[in-house]
């Protein structure tokens, strides 16, 4: 009964897909300097970067434009790779950017870009970038929106915080009317969605082979003077963290 009333509820708001409320705010910009920081080039230059969710490629294409010496741009959805690598020979880094679903070749750097909250198992991943490190290796990560944000549920967040209102079924009722790909749950839907939370990111990081080098819930503009410890959860723009190996890998 009440599945049944929140969609239709979803279905008069949204009849359609809706048209994404975060706007393209990366548009003729840089994504992984805007979040990870003007140093990161830096900090980068002539290392070997693994980009793990690297989506279309374009961050792990600037990353190569801008001085790293090789970059493996790593997803599970080989569409994108497939995009990704016209990307790369468009802007002539072909020769050291290169795509694929899986890569055992160890990298002085990973950087993890809007993926940490797409994951469908977060603690492995954690797992895998770990061992995927040169002794002394580092990972930057920057992602959100995060579950609790106004537009966390992205799709499902047909108004700011609609995916904490409505129940998973309807939304997922809701979205099989636009989408047929047969997902069941959130993190069934394309690219996933595990729900993610800083609390949660820190408990996965805490059990893994990382240590915190440094961890920054970023607030959201309008919301900065709400933000503190209490209110991080709903208030924070996106995280991003630098973590290093408890225990370096041997050589
Ligand atoms: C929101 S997209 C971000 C893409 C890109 N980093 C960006 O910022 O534009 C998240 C990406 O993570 C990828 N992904 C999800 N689970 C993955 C996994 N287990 N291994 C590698 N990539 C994964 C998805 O396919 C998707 O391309």
């Avoid at 790593?74 to 790369?88: F, P, V, Y």
């Avoid at 929106?145 to 309807?170: M, Q």
């Avoid at 969605?193 to 990111?201: K, V």
Wanted: aromatic letters at 8%.
């Amino acid at each position: 009964m009440l599945e049944q009333a929140q969609y239709r509820i979803l279905r008069r708001i949204s009849p359609q897909e809706p048209r994404s409320l975060s706007g393209d705010v990366y548009k003729g910009r840089i994504k992984v300097k805007v979040l990870l920081g003007d140093a990161l080039f830096d900090e980068l230059r002539e290392k070997v970067v693994i980009d793990l969710g690297c989506g279309e490629g374009d961050d792990a294409v600037a990353l190569a434009k801008n001085g790293a010496l090789r970059v493996m741009g790593i997803d599970i959805r080989e569409s994108l790779l497939e995009r990704a690598r016209l990307k790369a020979r468009r802007r002539g880094v072909e020769e050291i950017c290169h795509f694929c679903t899986y890569t055992d070749e160890k990298a002085d750097a990973i950087v993890s870009i809007d993926a940490f909250e797409h994951f469908s198992d977060p603690a492995s991943i954690l797992l895998t970038m770990a061992s995927l490190l040169k002794p002394r290796g580092s990972l930057y990560a920057s992602f959100g929106p995060i579950w609790y944000h106004p537009l966390g549920g992205h799709l499902f967040s047909v108004f700011p915080w609609a995916h904490l209102l409505f129940s998973e079924k309807a939304l997922i009722r809701w979205r099989s009317d636009i989408r047929s790909d047969g997902a069941t749950r959130f993190g069934e839907v394309e690219g996933g969605l595990n729900q993610m939370t800083i609390a949660r990111f820190e408990k996965l990081v805490k059990r893994s082979p990382f240590v915190v080098d440094s961890l920054e819930a970023v607030p959201i503009r309008r919301l900065r003077l709400l933000h503190n410890r209490f209110t991080r959860e709903f208030t924070t723009s996106i995280v991003r963290c630098k973590l290093t190996l408890a225990h370096p890998n041997p050589a």
